[in-house]
């Protein structure tokens, strides 16, 4: 039998969707199980969303242009101008999601063997696009007793080598709900000039900032108009993950031309949903403004709920919609996949994401879980509730942790 790659070995299974059977079966079981595994929003897309993939006005469904439908790249620059991100039509390119714009703008920047440094806990999908593009991944540990944030720029220092290509950041942050401020920002922009780097940023949940404050986009920032790379989509903004269409932006125009001919590879992003993208632009600002008044309330019943539990340490949540907590288990894959196969309060449970996944460091997280508070308020009380029941019970729980006096 023919042997697979390495590469295919080397591929991490998602910590987010691997107990999906666990979950499958208790469900035949006839649990109820509340998904807070997965960033998978419950709030509604966008009407004009639908209107548009309702009534697409078409005979036939073509490919698109590589780089995108023209109308929705014209349409997506004015939006980021009104944002105050001034950018021309050549820096932004349409994607099959964020994801393969981060694909995108690693193979275009990086060499097998280079390596780029993420702050870890990072979105664990990163790793997987870091071996596709056989580029090592260099974490940085934030810990969670300093509620994950970014470490100083000593510390970048310190890792940099030959080898270094990139810094990725995703802010605010999947999997912590941190917000980097303008200082570190900035910070971290005098790192990539002085070492000629690149600086990836991941920012689909601009929309999610709960500070009250202003933080720039990477494409904001003074001296990075050919070491800035954007990454956005229409997933978390609009609650259309299953659209799969985002962007990729830069204003270094020959690697923009690069990420072209990997877009060629693949013919186009999916037409109609791009047209669905296009009208969603058109949302009006109220949209926005009442999802993320959504979102702090239940930010604000998750934090509370979590803080009164013996044992659990939840640092300040400013922005998305996670939080990565410590619990006081022996281990966070072996509680989650209990909480599937053994434990049920009021017929009910509720599935969480292994927070060592979410780390490249071997064993770091180990007893850490990230939950994506993506149900309203009353299903996530109901939630809490079972998760409360689950640590009173839990055969390997473990001492109680100190839990910190700051509140949000």
Known sequence: MPELSARAHEMPASPIRKLMPYADA???????????????????????????????????????????IESL????????RQLGIELELGDLMVTTAGSEAL??????CMNPGDEVIVPEPFYANYNGFAIQAGVKVVPLTTRIEDGFALPPAEEFRKVITPRTRAIVICNPNNPTGTVYSRAQLEALRDIVLEHDLYLFADEVYREFNYTGEHVPSVMQLDGLERHAVMVDSVSKKFSACGARVGFLISRNQELMAAALKFAQARLSAPT?????????????????????????????????????????????VDGAFY???????DDGDRFSQWLLESFEHDGETVMLAPAAGFYATPGAGRDEVRIAYVLGCEKLAKAMACLRAALSTYPGRTCEQRVPAAAN
């Not at 009208?279 to 979590?306: C, H, I, N, T």
């Not at 939080?323 to 288990?329: G, N, S």
């Open 26 to 68: 208790a469900k035949k079981r006839g649990v109820r199980i509340y998904h807070l595994n997965i960033g998978q929003p419950d709030v509604e897309t966008p009407i004009e969303f639908w209107n548009a993939v309702r009534d697409p006005a078409l005979k036939v469904l073509e490919y698109s242009h590589s780089a995108g």
């Open 103 to 108: 694909i995108f703008a690693m193979l275009c």
């Open 323 to 329: 939080a990565t907590v410590r619990l006081p288990i």
């Open 272 to 316: 109609l949903e791009q047209i669905g993208a296009e009208s969603a632009l058109d949302a009006p600002r109220a949209y926005f403004d009442g999802v993320r008044e959504e979102y702090m309330a239940r930010r604000d019943l998750l934090v509370k709920e979590l803080r009164s539990m013996d044992g659990v340490l939840c640092p300040d």
């Open 73 to 80: 790249r014209r349409k997506a620059v004015e939006n980021y």
